[in-house]
């Protein structure tokens, strides 16, 4: 049974199993010998999001490599381009551990991933979250069903099937792009509470000040004016 590095769990058996089953079920660019030395440059991982969101890996960035700096690489280009479009996130001391092909402890962050995948993947729930401009601009959006022409032979139920499986591919391509656009919006929002709170921190640092120094020193503090000179009286 493997740890879960950083944080307060374990991996039960069935746990494990079923994240090896979902790993052996994925078609990867070479088999699998050894979990822990294969995965350990990324590449793999970044093969598994593909699978299931081609739109957000470009797999090509990503290089094979037995160089540990290379694996880094891989790795932080996961964690910068791709892990935080699913909210998804790999920490630096696992990252080390991963690409020195430490035991027990890329097992664990398949598992998380598949979780986040299999809530993400084709989901609703991204979509019923969005802001009301992108509910709106979703509950608006209408498909055009490609000119019917005339057909010479007889119509049968397999033409109907495959125009029908068009108008559904192309329905699932604008949901991954307002996935795409809900994810972006959140990071930013995610941004922007934090500016908020590093100002909030200030100002009640500030605040304190008044008892010991009086107003007119926080005031010369706030403007980075110190030291504040006291005019003579």
């Known amino acids: 049974m493997c740890m879960v590095l950083g944080m307060d769990r374990l991996l039960s ?5 079923d994240t090896l089953t979902w790993i052996y079920k994925i078609p990867f660019s ?3 010998k050894n979990i822990s030395r294969d995965f350990s440059d990324g590449v793999m991982v970044a093969e598994i999001v593909e699978h299931y969101f081609p739109r957000i890996v ?5 290089i094979t490599s037995c160089n ?3 694996k880094r690489n891989n790795w932080n280009l996961l964690n910068k381009r791709v892990f935080y479009k699913l909210d998804f996130y790999v920490s630096e001391d696992m990252v080390e551990k991963i690409v020195s092909s430490t035991p027990c402890v890329i097992l664990p962050v398949l598992f998380f991933l598949k979780e986040k995948l299999g809530k993400l993947a084709f989901s609703d729930v991204e979509i019923q979250r969005a802001e009301p401009g992108i509910m709106a601009q979703l509950a608006e959006m209408k498909i055009t069903e490609p000119t019917k022409k005339p057909h010479k032979g ?3 139920p397999e033409t109907s099937l495959l125009e029908s499986r068009k108008v559904m591919v192309e329905k699932e391509r604008q949901v991954l792009e307002l996935q795409d656009i809900l994810r972006d919006v959140q990071v930013k ?3 922007l509470e ?3 709170q590093l100002k ?3 100002i009640e640092h500030l605040t304190s000040l008044l008892p010991k120094f009086g107003s007119s020193v926080v005031f010369c503090i706030s403007l980075r004016l110190l030291p504040c000179q006291e005019s003579s009286v």
């Open 154 to 156: 007889k119509f049968t």
């Open 194 to 196: 934090k500016v908020i």
């Open 30 to 32: 070479r088999s699998i």
């Open 13 to 17: 058996d069935k746990e494990e199993r």
């Open 200 to 202: 909030d921190k200030r």
């Open 189 to 191: 929002v995610r941004k």
């Open 58 to 62: 470009d797999i090509h960035n990503y």
């Open 68 to 70: 540990t700096q290379q």
